[in-house]
């Protein structure tokens, strides 16, 4: 599916309506997050399929959101027309209610974020991090200067990504560029962790100001009631927050000093 494609409408409501059926688990995974075919009329799609019944309770954010915190980071992405989020929706499923997402055929053979000793940096690359591997070398922690991850990184400082790994930015079949795994987003206090900091200081560019001003208006809109079925109050309100202060200051943040900055693992 090429990235006009995944954006129909249609696919939005076949992940909704269509018939939902499990294949298999990813295990590598932290939650039970399934993965399945949605079928209607003949026309059969790959997703992700996470129960909220399969979601690990965690320390700082309350338990059964997390699903719902995928579907709210998806609208945000749409309604600043950014289209980064795989199309998600809440519905029901053979392990109960949980977020359907399209699932992303990658290519393989592209990564945008990488470890790698200091001198294999590819050309044009940001340096996040210096590090020592486990046998002492050097070694950096590096991704692609290319406009579809700034905007990646502007999305998660707006719904302030505690958990943007290295494996959760997928480049599909047609170059297109995904971030996945937004169950812990969207928390009122600051927890954006991010393996994204290569622009920290820089201004926001004018195309991503205008997603972030439709952004603000959708937000003094209907959005705002649509995200009070995924989230509280107070965390909408953060969020209409966070769109504000880029605004009247439109430079990208650098990590506040509470709590780790960068994910661990970073993969
Ligand atoms: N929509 C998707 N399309 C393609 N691959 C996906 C999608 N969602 C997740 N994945 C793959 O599955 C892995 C695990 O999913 P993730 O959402 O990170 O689960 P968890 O919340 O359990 O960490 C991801 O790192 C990614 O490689
Ligand atoms: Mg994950």
């Known amino acids: 599916m090429d990235a006009r494609e995944v954006r129909d409408p249609a696919v939005t409501e076949l992940l909704r309506c269509g018939r939902l059926e499990v294949t298999g688990r990813i295990l590598s995974a932290s939650n039970a997050t399934l993965v399945g075919t949605v079928e209607a009329d003949g026309v059969t799609v790959e997703c992700v399929y996470k129960p909220v019944r ?16 995928e579907v709210a ?6 309604s600043a027309g950014w289209g980064l989020v795989p199309p ?10 949980g977020m359907v997402q399209l699932w992303i055929e990658t290519d393989t053979d592209v990564e945008l974020v990488d470890v790698v000793e200091p001198r294999q940096v590819p050309d044009g690359w940001r340096v996040v991090l210096h590090a020592r591997d486990h046998r002492g070398n050097p070694a950096v922690l590096a991704h692609a200067d290319r406009p579809e991850l700034r905007r990646m990184a502007l999305l998660d400082d707006v719904i302030n990504n505690a ?29 954006l962790r ?10 926001v560019p004018d195309d991503l ?17 649509t995200l009070t079925e995924h989230l509280s109050r107070s965390e909408v309100a953060a ?3 966070r769109v504000a202060g880029l ?13 780790p900055a960068i994910p661990w693992p970073a993969f």
Not at 60 to 66: H, I, N
Not at 88 to 97: A, K, N
Not at 163 to 191: I, M, P, S
């Open 54 to 69: 399969g979601e690990r309770p965690l320390w700082d954010f309350p338990d059964g959101t997390l699903a719902g915190r």
């Open 73 to 78: 980071s998806y609208l945000v992405s749409e």
């Open 88 to 97: 998600t929706v809440l519905r029901d499923g053979p392990f109960g209610p």
């Open 163 to 191: 958990d943007r790994k290295g494996g959760h930015v997928l480049v599909a079949g047609d170059g297109a560029v995904y971030g996945v795994d937004h169950g812990v987003c969207l928390h009122t206090e600051d927890k």
């Open 194 to 203: 991010t393996v994204l900091w290569g622009w920290v200081g820089e201004p």
């Open 209 to 225: 100001l205008d997603g972030l001003a439709r952004l603000r208006r959708e937000l003094d809109g209907s959005l705002c009631t």
């Open 239 to 241: 969020l209409s927050d």
């Open 247 to 259: 605004l009247a200051a439109p430079e990208f943040p650098a990590p506040s000093g509470h709590g």
